[in-house]
């Protein structure tokens, strides 16, 4: 077959470090996959598999890679599967040399790859000498850090499959890198043909996390109706012109529409013009989504240019310890009685504190839930009647003892505070780490990457060059930002309109007219908001301008925050980016909702003016 009628088939089987182990089999049996990948890794992710590690030198990879591929591996072996997975972690050939140990008993010819390089954590010193700084906040390098990773691209997965490999293990690449590795390898391309790496990035970027291209967080969740107890994961049919198809396993639940697969597109990014990746700049601005039939999504119009010479660097460091509370309050005003409560706790501790010549807590977070507290001041007014919340505290301090004290005093609560109390949730509280998140920039140059094969032959470490960017490049501490769009020129941009008049103006929910999804880059929030008609879109720009997005969640900003707006006219929607907007992020941030999952639901009750003619019209 010529490589232009070649299309190779590619299912992902796992989104994050525990998604469910069933998609591998669904996928495998169900599949007729050319490869198999799965994601594993997150920043916070890496800094628990260092703490394993510490505790036990053969840790620090994904287990359940190792559990979910074992039964799997002689159907895997008998329709030529080839496997991609950055289920490495800190540890790619502790993880590699346990799953050899498993071919080898099942007595399969099988080889593995392991890129090795990316694990930087015990080079802290040298690192320590060159003055790094946060490449967002500009901060000091911690004392210590507990993971240190580089973001590795596709080049060395690529060459591993050249060379042979049917399995390849990484530790830290970016999460598009195991869907471009093969593609790359197998439609022949180079690591300069940048509009075909954009395309395959954004394959990668559809697929990474798993179901949630195929129904799952989407805004019109009530069209999957029972298809969640056997959800489909995704696979991406793709071809040599970086052209593809994103579909899922037959006789499955969910569902894959332009509207599943555009959320997901804008699922985790900031600006779309210059996505960065460490093998391209990608622009999603003009991608096209065309549905080609039930469960068929065709993908096109992704472009790219040269990277730039630098790879992001993630790493994480403790600061600290938190600890969490989380208790029932029932009965009449239960909201007023679940935050008198939940004041009278952090003061009597506070107290405790002094007493004892304690330092106070560093910070102290209190949500009641069910009394709409991540809503800020948009709540809804006859929230106060709810007769049940549970009520979160959340604290954090330098001093274990100081939290263990906290956890210790929270049962006193229900037998000398409001009536109502139960189900203090898993007992005491134990105070855990807090892990923050640290950013850095590193010279391509200064870093080796390299890949081994394990297989029945001697095995032998290969380098692996990483072009350098042959055209001009972006900062990736200072991207060139798409033009934020303002009313003004979403107007001028924009022909289809009907100027709003007292008269014809009607007033509805951002949901009526949109779809919407958010999620986190560290401690900043992305939300994509997608016009369900193109019609509506220029009144949506209008509304969620930089203003209006800043009063509605002052809730969430904090003194530093910023809000960044982009557009994206292929898929009629835009693009906002609030900076500083998690409370830290991750394991660093006390609230319910560190990663923003809940953000855009929050945004689509937003009231959003509109031409009556073309709201009716467009319905």
């Keep these: 077959m010529s490589q232009d009628k070649k299309t190779i088939r590619v299912g992902c089987a796992s989104a994050f470090w525990g998604d469910t182990s069933a998609a591998a089999r669904q996928l495998v049996t169900k599949g007729q996959l050319d490869y198999l990948v799965f994601d594993y890794l997150a920043e916070m992710t890496m800094s628990i598999m260092a703490g394993a590690q510490l505790k036990n030198p053969a840790a620090g990879f994904a287990p359940d890679f190792i559990s979910t591929l074992k039964p799997l591996l002689d159907n895997i072996a008998t329709q030529k599967i080839k496997i991609c997975s950055n289920a490495g972690g800190i540890n790619a050939m502790g993880c590699a040399l346990a799953l050899k140990k498993i071919i080898d008993e099942a007595g399969l010819a099988l080889t593995i790859a392991v890129i090795e390089g990316d694990n930087l954590t015990a080079k802290q010193q040298t690192l320590r000498s060159q003055n790094i700084k946060e490449m967002f906040t500009g901060q000091d390098m911690p ?92 696979i991406v049919e793709c071809h ?34 210059a996505y960065l990746l ?46 969490t509370a989380t208790f029932l309050i029932c009965g009449r005003e239960a909201i007023a009685k679940g935050q008198t409560v939940a004041d009278a706790i952090i003061t009597r501790i506070r107290t405790m504190f002094k007493t004892k010549g304690i330092d106070d807590f560093t910070e102290v977070n209190i949500e009641i839930l069910g009394s709409e507290s991540t809503y800020g001041a948009n709540i809804n007014p006859n929230i106060q009647a709810c007769r049940e919340v549970v009520v979160k505290i959340a604290v954090q301090h330098n001093n274990r003892h100081a939290l263990n004290l906290f956890g210790a005093e929270i049962a006193q609560a229900a037998t000398a505070m409001a009536p109502g109390i139960t189900g203090l949730i898993g007992g005491r509280p134990k105070p855990t780490p807090r892990i923050c998140l640290f950013s850095f920039l590193l010279n391509k140059a200064d870093l080796t990457v390299s890949y081994l094969l394990l297989n029945d032959k001697a095995a032998s470490e290969k380098m692996v060059d990483v072009a350098e960017p042959n055209s001009e490049t972006i900062s990736e501490t200072n991207p060139k930002p798409s033009p934020a769009p303002s009313p003004q020129t979403a107007w001028q941009h924009h022909q289809m309109i009907e100027p709003l008049s ?19 880059k560290g401690n900043h929030c992305n939300i994509g908001v997608i016009a369900r008609k193109k019609e509506y879109l220029a009144y949506i720009e209008a509304a969620l301008n930089e ?60 009231p959003i003016k509109i031409s009556n003619n073309i709201y009716q019209g467009g319905k």
């Excluded at 003009?286 to 469960?295: H, I, P, R």
């Excluded at 319910?592 to 929050?602: E, R, V």
Aim: charged share 20%; glycine share 10%.
């Design 240 to 273: 040599a012109d970086g052209s593809f198809v994103v579909t899922k396993v037959e006789d499955t639940g969910g569902m894959v529409s332009r509207d599943t697969v555009a959320e997901q597109i804008l699922y985790e990014i900031d600006d779309p013009k």
């Design 278 to 323: 460490p093998d391209v700049i990608c622009d999603f601005t003009q991608v096209k989504v065309q549905q080609q039939g039930k469960d068929r999504v065709l993908i096109t119009g992704a472009t790219g240019k040269a990277p730039s010479a630098q790879y992001k660097i993630s790493a994480t460091y403790l600061d600290g310890f938190r600890n």
């Design 547 to 606: 203003r209006n997005i800043k009063q509605y969640f002052t809730h969430i900003l904090a003194e530093n925050s910023q809000v960044k707006l982009y557009q994206l006219p292929g898929l009629n929607a835009v693009n906002i980016f609030i900076e500083n907007s998690l409370g830290g992020g991750g394991m660093a941030s006390l609230r319910i909702d560190p990663q923003g999952k809940a953000i855009a639901q929050q945004l689509l009750d937003m």
């Design 502 to 520: 007292e008269r014809n103006t009607i007033t509805v929910p951002l949901i009526s007219l949109a779809l919407a999804r958010s999620g986190d």
């Design 143 to 234: 004392e210590q850090f507990t993971s240190i990773n580089a973001y590795f691209g596709a080049p060395a997965i690529a060459r591993a499959f050249d060379d042979g490999a049917d399995i390849v293990i990484t530790g830290r690449v970016v999460d598009s890198a195991v869907i471009v590795g093969p593609l790359v390898h197998e439609f022949g391309w180079n690591f300069q043909d940048y509009n075909l790496l954009a395309q395959a990035s954004l394959a990668g970027h559809v697929i990474e996390c798993g179901t949630q291209c195929t129904g799952g967080n989407f805004t019109d969740w009530h069209l999957i109706k029972d298809g969640y107890a056997d959800m489909g994961f995704p």
